[in-house]
């Protein structure tokens, strides 16, 4: 039963996955290249403009008085375009039950079958979190084989690395869980799509201004963004397990609430 | 006869708009049942309701046995069904539709849904996305069909078959009613329920307007009338029975609507000096117009 869910979302899904996958690798690995090549140019921007140090600080999760290789490296795991794809995918899986089932009238089809809706989910969710995995496993593979091309004392070590790709695994969770909470209410996917971005960019908003506007500061604990902290992970090489846990959870739960609205609501046709 | 379909004042709303309202139906096995009413008036929300997509307003349904809304996903391995604007996977051709809903439903459905698509000349390897109207619908009963339902629900089904597909999906109907299968068959056109189905009832702005057999249907639908008198002047002193709508008086010939079956008026042509006597068969398009004319109360 369910590995006719699971073919269904495989044959939807395999080009989405393999194209972002590739994307994310090459991305990580180009700016594994490129962004050490900006140190000096970085470092004299931070000196001279502090408004400047306060949004680097803001991107990174933490103080950042100068830059230096290894903290450029660190830039990979949080630049916009990564952020991008890696959000951009989880809202795009996860947006595709019920909205974009309903939006394009295949739900009828899918309900026509002899499966409870929380299986549907369920492989739904399955589907998305192992896509998840082949895309974030290309980005880490991106970034070692481009970081191996670095001199020996530039290279991050492994554990942090695998660390940082488990809080960026656990952001993919929380975005999801968002997306896929949003989507069991909607009809249309571009609804759940805008409505999904709008509250992440909000999100991320707060606590990029959290840095700079104490009042931000202190609603900050409420963005998943809070949660994210590449820096203190790749140079600590200790994983923050207690933001790690509230992204899973936090995601867990949004995830779970979606499928109880999508189990009790009713589908209309549009 | 045990019930496949049953409803206890079935309601659903949209907002203030009411889809159904206080639906009563029994549906036995083996029966062909066509649901019909024009567009509108709560065919597909009465369907959606039946197959667990809507959450009804109040009242209950179930089919099979099973609650409609609590049971939906056990009913329909027993139900195959056919939307009214069916859209399929576009990526999908015949083959691997078969494959995937023959692994959902735990059922080998090659063979059953093969010889269907070869009764309805549906080419499997051609992919959603290149077929045509008609060639989707095929596919969409071959997938309704292939794993020989208990109960098929059929929203529309004729829309964008030829006249000779409509015919054969009529035959294959017929057969697998004969071997106790259910056939609920919703359309807003008459004529092809009454050519398939043995039971129909009428929806008119979410309410049952009529629950009855083809033939009772056909009992009580009017048949156009001609008379020929022998002469003028009989025509003229004559007075039509209660059961005789006379329209038009012409010398020795009148035309009307006579109301029930000629068996009605048999009495009176024998004592009147009738030559001639022409019944039309039963106008059920007319029947069928009248439920749905505003402010008619014609409840069955």
Redesign the interface.
């Known amino acids: ?1 369910l ?3 699971l ?2 979302t495989v ?2 899904m395999w080009r989405v996955v393999a194209f972002t996958s590739v994307a994310l690798g090459l991305a990580m690995g180009l700016f594994v290249q490129i962004l050490p090549q900006f140190e000096q140019g970085l470092n004299e921007i931070l000196l001279q403009v502090p408004f400047f140090r306060t949004l680097i600080s803001g991107l990174m999760g933490m103080d950042v008085s100068s830059v230096g290789p290894q903290m450029l490296l660190v830039v990979v795991w949080t630049h916009p375009i990564v952020l991008a794809i890696v959000w951009g995918f989880a809202i795009a899986f996860c947006t595709r039950l019920p909205a974009a089932e309903i939006e ?6 899918l ?7 929380r ?1 549907i989910y369920l492989s739904e969710g399955l589907a998305c979190l192992a896509g998840g995995i082949v895309l974030l496993s290309c980005g880490f593979i991106g970034f070692r084989i481009s970081a191996s091309t670095l001199s020996a004392e530039l290279q991050p070590a492994l554990r942090n690395t695998l660390l940082t790709l488990v809080n960026l695994f656990a952001v993919f969770v929380a975005v999801g869980g968002i997306a896929q909470c949003i989507s069991s209410v909607c009809d249309r996917r571009s609804t759940a799509m805008g409505s999904t971005v709008t509250f992440l960019l909000a999100s991320y908003l707060v606590q990029f201004l959290s840095t700079l506007w104490e009042p931000a500061s202190r609603v900050a604990f409420a963005s998943f963004a809070h949660y994210y902290q590449p820096a203190q992970v790749m140079l600590s090489g200790t994983l923050p397990v207690q933001n790690v846990l509230v992204l899973l959870i936090g995601g867990g739960a949004l995830w779970a609430i979606g499928g109880l609205v999508w189990s ?6 549009i | 006869m045990e019930s496949v379909i049953r409803t206890d004042r079935l309601s659903r709303n949209y907002g203030r708009r009411v889809g159904v309202d206080g639906v009563d139906l029994e549906v036995a096995a083996g029966t062909l049942f066509g649901f019909l009413g024009p567009n509108g008036a709560g065919k597909t929300t009465t369907i959606r309701l039946l197959l667990g997509f809507l959450r009804p307003s109040a009242g209950r349904a179930s089919v099979l046995g099973l609650d409609c809304w609590r049971d939906s996903h056990r009913i329909k391995r027993d139900v195959g069904y056919l939307p009214s604007d069916l859209r399929l996977y576009s990526w999908m051709t015949g083959k691997s539709a078969l494959r995937i809903v023959g692994r959902v439903r735990g059922q080998d459905l090659q063979a059953e849904g093969h010889a269907i698509a070869e009764r309805f000349e549906l080419e499997m390897d051609v992919r959603v996305r290149a077929m045509s109207r008609g060639m989707r619908q095929k596919l969409g009963l071959v997938l309704a069909l292939a794993h020989r339902p208990k109960l098929l629900v059929l929203d529309e089904p004729t829309t964008g078959l030829d006249p000779l597909m409509q015919d054969e999906l009529a035959r294959a109907l017929t057969e697998m009613a004969a071997r106790g299968h259910t056939v609920f068959f919703s359309s807003h056109t008459l004529s092809e329920v009454e050519a398939v189905c043995d039971r129909v009832a009428f929806v008119r702005r979410g309410r049952l307007a009529a629950d009855e057999t083809i033939e009772g249907l056909r009992q009580r639908a009017r048949r156009r009338v001609t008379i020929t008198f022998r002469d003028a002047q009989a025509a003229a002193a004559a007075e039509p029975p209660a059961a005789l709508v006379v329209e038009e008086r012409r010398d020795r010939h009148w035309t009307g609507e006579l109301l029930g079956d000629a068996g009605s008026i048999r009495e009176w042509l024998a004592q009147e000096p009738v030559d001639d006597f022409v019944v039309g068969p039963p106008e059920l398009d007319a029947l069928f117009r009248s439920f749905y004319r505003d402010g008619e109360s014609t409840r069955c």
Do not use: F
């Not at chain 1, 394009?104 to 089809?109: E, S, Y």
């Not at chain 1, 009790?264 to 046709?269: A, D, G, K, W, Y």
């Open positions: 039963m590995s006719g869910l073919e269904k044959r939807e394009r009238g295949t739900i009828d089809v309900l026509g079958w002899p499966v409870s809706r299986t009790r609501r009713s589908v209309l046709t």
